[in-house]
């Protein structure tokens, strides 16, 4: 265990690094019940999802632990997932099917950046407000999910978005979820998120919004996996909406992922290594029937628990093989029981605002233009759009056009395509 690694030369113990695995997988579990949940909204069969999205996790982390002997967790990504039903198939009309094969080919190229220098030298280009400003984005996407899926904020014909009924049993199942959940998290008790779930579905129960149905058969196969194993479908390839998914979900995927391991990893030399394994495991995701993979922000759990090496995620990785026979416990989970995590999991992501330097309005305003239009235009893609245009333009306009590396003009350039190309 020490030699494969490397725990003595890190500076940690095989104790430490196992219990740093047991915390982050306590802390991130709960995208079994997520994932499934919100990808089933683009018609996609929740049981095979969810047994894709274990499988996703477990491939995952194994990558990490195994090539990049790295701490990071990958699972597939709260802000990807809504990105591939919301952007991908409702916005540009691909089927779920279509939306796999885009998810498949932007992995590819997310790899190809990773083997060459590009990823190092896109690292170094990139300014630190806009990784940030992204993070911190998403942030605010993930959270007005959970504040829609929870019934606190709906629809409202005069003033486009309300606030909910808040006596209603889905959204008081929500608000009583968000009590319970809030002192544990804040307290700093493990596995805070999934007793907030737990309490949640009970919660649920309690005001007859709760289908136990699926708790009569506890059996598992693997029969119904078939339906989104290798279910890719490239028959959209020569469509505009196809590419522009390819585009745009390559962008997000890499710089979102670039953001997150460069804040996170605890020793900067593996970021490479630990930048192909995620890569991989995006290309892997298509094939299993899963949206995109990405470094888990509860990484930085196990990382707080005294996570240094790849035993870490290889630890965590082993624990989500166990779930799989718990899929129909976890179909009975509410969205309103899993709302207050995304709410949380904003929370916490909006922090990397404190980074950004307000105080330069040319920094200042391209990222408030992520933070605006993410949660606004219901798209990662277009906040980041935005902001990676603005900002070149007012770096040139008050003459600080020496400030953008050349790599930003370019990646300007393809984000004016994606915008063009989406309003062909």
Same mark, same amino acid.
């Given at each position: 265990?020490?030699?494969?690694?490397?725990?003595?030369?890190?500076?940690?113990?095989?104790?430490?690094e196992?219990?740093? !695995?047991?915390?982050?997988?306590?802390?991130?579990?709960?995208?079994?019940?997520?994932?499934?949940?919100?990808?089933s909204?683009?018609?996609?069969?929740?049981?095979?999802v969810?047994?894709?999205?274990? #499988?996703?996790?477990f491939?995952?982390c %194994?990558?990490?632990?195994?090539?990049?002997?790295?701490?990071?967790? #990958?699972?597939?990504?709260m802000?990807?997932?809504?990105?591939?039903?919301?952007?991908?198939?409702f916005s540009?009309?691909?089927?779920w099917?279509?939306?796999?094969? =885009?998810?498949f080919?932007?992995?590819?190229?997310?790899?190809?950046?990773t083997?060459?220098?590009? =990823?190092?030298?896109?690292s170094?280009?990139?300014?630190k407000?806009?990784?940030?400003? %992204?993070?911190?984005? #998403?942030g605010?996407f993930?959270?007005?999910?959970?504040l829609?899926?929870?019934g606190?904020?709906?629809?409202?014909? !005069?003033?486009?978005?309300?606030?909910? *009924?808040?006596?209603?049993?889905?959204?008081l199942?929500?608000?009583?979820?968000?009590?319970?959940?809030?002192?544990l998290? $804040?307290?700093?008790?493990k596995?805070?998120?999934?007793i907030?779930? #737990?309490? !949640?579905?009970?919660?649920?129960?309690m005001?007859d919004?709760? *289908?136990?149905?699926?708790?009569?058969?506890?059996?598992?196969?693997f029969?119904?996996?078939g339906e989104?194993?290798l279910?890719f *479908?490239f028959?959209?390839?020569?469509?505009?909406?196809?590419?522009?998914?390819?585009?745009?979900?390559?962008?997000?995927?890499?710089?979102q992922?670039? +953001?997150a391991?460069?804040g %996170? $990893?605890?020793?900067?030399?593996?970021?490479?290594?630990?930048?192909?394994?995620?890569?991989?495991?995006?290309?892997?995701?298509g094939?299993f029937?899963?949206?995109?993979?990405?470094?888990? =922000?509860?990484?930085?759990? !196990?990382i707080?628990? +005294? +996570?240094?090496?790849?035993l870490?995620?290889?630890t965590?990785?082993?624990l989500?093989?166990?779930?799989?026979?718990?899929?129909?416990?976890?179909?009975v989970?509410?969205?309103?029981?899993?709302?207050?995590?995304?709410?949380?999991?904003?929370g916490? %992501?909006?922090?990397?605002?404190?980074e950004?330097?307000?105080?330069?309005?040319?920094?200042?305003?391209? =990222?408030?233009?992520?933070?605006?239009i993410m949660?606004l235009?219901f798209?990662?893609?277009n +906040?980041?759009?935005f902001?990676?245009?603005?900002?070149?333009?007012?770096?040139?306009?008050?003459?600080?056009k020496n400030e953008?590396?050349?790599?930003?003009?370019?990646?300007a350039f393809f984000f004016l395509i994606?915008?063009?190309?989406?309003?062909?």
């Amino acid at each position: 265990m020490n030699k494969l690694f490397n725990i003595q030369k890190e500076k940690t113990s095989v104790r430490t690094e196992i219990l740093a !695995g047991l915390t982050a997988f306590m802390t991130v579990a709960y995208i079994i019940a997520v994932n499934g949940a919100i990808l089933s909204s683009a018609g996609m069969p929740y049981e095979a999802v969810t047994i894709a999205t274990v #499988i996703s996790c477990f491939v995952g982390c %194994m990558l990490m632990a195994l090539w990049a002997k790295s701490p990071l967790i #990958i699972v597939p990504g709260m802000g990807d997932n809504a990105f591939f039903v919301f952007t991908l198939v409702f916005s540009l009309g691909l089927t779920w099917q279509q939306a796999l094969a =885009a998810v498949f080919i932007a992995g590819i190229v997310f790899t190809l950046t990773t083997v060459t220098k590009a =990823a190092v030298y896109l690292s170094q280009s990139i300014p630190k407000s806009m990784i940030h400003a %992204m993070t911190a984005g #998403i942030g605010f996407f993930i959270a007005f999910l959970g504040l829609k899926n929870g019934g606190i904020i709906v629809a409202n014909e !005069g003033t486009f978005v309300g606030l909910g *009924d808040l006596s209603d049993p889905r959204t008081l199942t929500t608000l009583l979820t968000l009590l319970v959940l809030l002192p544990l998290f $804040l307290r700093n008790v493990k596995g805070n998120f999934l007793i907030g779930i #737990i309490a !949640g579905t009970i919660i649920g129960a309690m005001l007859d919004i709760v *289908d136990l149905s699926s708790l009569r058969d506890f059996s598992f196969n693997f029969s119904g996996y078939g339906e989104v194993f290798l279910a890719f *479908d490239f028959s959209a390839i020569n469509t505009v909406n196809f590419w522009t998914a390819v585009f745009s979900l390559s962008m997000v995927i890499i710089f979102q992922n670039m +953001g997150a391991q460069l804040g %996170m $990893l605890p020793d900067k030399s593996k970021f490479r290594k630990s930048f192909q394994a995620n890569a991989i495991s995006v290309v892997g995701a298509g094939i299993f029937g899963c949206s995109p993979t990405t470094t888990a =922000a509860e990484s930085a759990t !196990g990382i707080a628990a +005294g +996570g240094r090496t790849g035993l870490t995620s290889f630890t965590t990785g082993l624990l989500f093989i166990p779930a799989l026979f718990l899929i129909p416990l976890f179909k009975v989970i509410p969205n309103e029981a899993i709302a207050p995590v995304f709410i949380i999991v904003g929370g916490l %992501m909006i922090q990397s605002l404190k980074e950004i330097p307000f105080d330069d309005f040319t920094e200042a305003f391209p =990222a408030f233009l992520m933070l605006a239009i993410m949660p606004l235009s219901f798209s990662i893609a277009n +906040g980041i759009a935005f902001g990676f245009l603005v900002y070149p333009i007012l770096k040139l306009v008050t003459g600080r056009k020496n400030e953008v590396s050349i790599t930003m003009y370019v990646i300007a350039f393809f984000f004016l395509i994606y915008f063009l190309l989406g309003s062909l």
